[in-house]
């Protein structure tokens, strides 16, 4: 696949797991709505890192294997949403699948920027801004784990919104501009004059 065309796809795949996602709690209906929802997002979450792991793995191997590993964890992580509802069993998942699935997303952008930003694969205001806001997505993570803070609170939303833009931030410019080619600096002469 060309690059254009990844950065394209991987760019519509941001958008399209995040409406899913917010879709899937903000829209009154029914559990299996939700579910459904929840399920299109964690497909196009799912085929993400294969699309962008051959860009990554230019810059580093190790940072790409580490995204695509993240990524996988958090979509096996987020998949209880779209089931539980449905069992009728209350399995509390909001208190445990939610913050470990953050952590994992966290991670996973964490890796992720830390490529494009070495590769310059995009500009680094936009990975160097993910690389920042990680930081209150995964205190929030933490916070709800541990019970000190809840889905419904304004602060949630707070430390969760950097990330969350910083990402459809990152999606129009792959679909705008696609990735750029890192300029390298001129190669030396190796003749001594």
């Known amino acids: ?7 394209r796809a991987v760019g519509s795949l941001f958008i399209i797991a995040t409406a899913a996602g917010v879709l899937s709690v903000a829209l ?16 196009a979450m799912a085929m993400i890192p294969p699309l962008i792991f051959p860009v990554l793995r230019q810059h580093s191997e190790q940072l790409a294997l580490g995204y ?12 209880p949403a779209a089931v539980v509802p449905l069992t009728g ?18 991670l996973g952008a964490l890796l992720l920027n830390s490529a494009l930003f070495g ?9 160097g801004w993910a690389l920042i806001a990680v930081l209150p997505y995964t205190a929030d993570a933490l916070l709800v784990m541990y019970g000190e803070l809840n889905l419904s609170s304004p602060l949630h939303a707070a430390l969760i919104a950097p990330l969350m833009v910083n990402e ?3 999606a ?3 679909l705008a501009k696609g990735f750029t ?3 390298r600096p001129p190669a030396r002469s190796a003749a001594v004059q």
């Open 1 to 7: 696949m060309r690059t254009r065309t990844t950065a």
């Open 89 to 106: 069993v209350d399995l509390a998942y909001d208190t445990w699948g939610y913050p470990l699935s953050s952590i994992f997303f966290c």
């Open 119 to 127: 590769s310059l694969a995009v500009p680094r205001p936009i990975s």
């Open 168 to 170: 459809m931030v990152l």
């Open 68 to 79: 695509v590993v993240a990524r996988t964890v958090e979509v096996v992580l987020v998949l």
């Open 172 to 174: 129009v410019w792959l």
């Open 28 to 43: 009154p209906g029914s559990k299996a709505t939700s579910g459904l929802l929840v399920l299109i997002m964690a497909a």
């Open 181 to 183: 080619a890192a300029e």
